[in-house]
């Protein structure tokens, strides 16, 4: 039977997994250019282990949200934590970049089933604005992750090694995984269709041409897309371009996911007033400062430094916690009956957004800011065409 409310504390450590995913990806960046010289390799080299760290998500967690969708959350959910710690405690292990590309991949597949899961468990137990609120926690806090963990990891790194930030992570992950084991019930209705490949076609195919669904899975793709570009290379451009101390990098890292914090915290209050599609202006507006920062370094009218540098990504930082859970509300809110199904599609064109950038700024990068911020800037401007016609596909529904 399904479970229509959750324990406050199994949804406190619930959503934590997600932060902890995300720290996955960028806590070890403080020591990534120690761990290039290590082990004998160039930056592009081991920047394929955050690509394939990515795709192995979109493609792990494409098949899990279908597989929930016929056999339940919980058992999918609980196997890729554990799995998620294993994989975490070998990248401690890595001598050369093949392993630790490889156990990056390890988990990457395991990350894509918790990220698909956890929005999916928080949909089946909540609707509407509660929805977006609830989903705003949990999406807001994953790119707040992504800048504290380099803060947390510099830290380790500097007294132990670049292994034992790993071994931290695997640490907390275990106890979590435990936590979520005994207390996570089953959120989902057993499914009375049967599973086929012709089913799951006709699901995709679905879900796919429908235009709501997919103009809202496109928005946080492009956006976020474009943001892991940023934060893939910005240990190369604060350290090796700006000449900065990791110490001072985690600073200038740190410091946006302050505004964005802020901006999580007015969400909450916000979308209960205005609804989820006016809040989508409030991004909208941010993305939009963000570019015209990043205008004026192109122009030389604002010079090309550290500090300009961070305030593009205040705005930047401070749009996500409006765009993230709005659209993905909206998101869901298209076939609420197949949830599991949505967020693992959902899920595939996000991360596949994400290396596709990442590859494109590998290509781009010249050791200077400049093509990554370019790559910023296509990702904003993207972003705003594509808000702008969900907008209107919102208005001609509701009038409809």
Known sequence: MKIQSLHPMTIVVLIATMPLAAASLDMFLPALPAMVKEFCT?????????????????????????????????????????????????????????????????????????????????????????????????????????????????????????????????????GVSIILFFTLPETKEKETSSLSFLNIFNDAKTILTKPAFFVNALIPSVFMGAFMAFIAYSPFIYINYFGLEPASYVYYFITPLLFQFIAGIAYQGIVKVLGINKTLWCGI????????????????????????????????????????????????????????????????????????YIYTAGCVFNQTPFPILGVLSAGIILFIVLSLISLKISKRTSVA
Not at 78 to 101: E, H, K, N, P, R
Not at 134 to 139: E, H, P, Q, R, S
Not at 299 to 313: A, E, R
Not at 316 to 330: E, G, H, R
């Open 42 to 174: 160039t930056e592009t080299s081991i920047q394929v282990s955050l690509s394939l760290n990515i795709v192995a998500s979109a493609i792990f967690g494409f098949f899990s949200g279908i597989l929930s969708d016929h056999f339940g959350r919980r058992r999918l959910f609980i196997s890729a934590m554990f799995g998620f710690t294993l994989a975490t405690y070998f990248c401690s292990l890595a001598t050369d970049v093949v392993f630790f590309t490889m156990a990056r991949t390890l988990q990457g597949a395991a990350s894509g089933v918790i990220f698909v899961m956890v929005t999916t468990i928080l949909s089946d137990v909540y609707t509407g604005v509660k929805k977006a609120q609830v989903l705003g926690i949990a999406t807001f806090l994953f790119p707040v992750a992504l800048g504290v963990a380099p803060f947390m990891g510099e830290k380790v790194y500097r007294h132990f090694g670049w292994p034992a930030v790993f071994i931290c992570l695997a640490v907390v992950l275990l």
């Open 285 to 356: 507006v941010s993305a939009f400062c963000a570019l015209m920062v990043m205008s004026g370094i192109f122009m030389g009218i604002l010079s090309s430094n550290p500090f300009n540098t961070m305030i593009v990504m205040l705005f930047y930082n401070s749009a996500i916690p409006f765009i993230l859970p709005t659209v993905m509300a909206k998101t869901f809110e298209t076939f609420p009956t197949k949830a599991g199904t949505v967020s693992s599609l959902a899920s595939v064109i996000r991360n596949m957004a994400m290396a596709a």
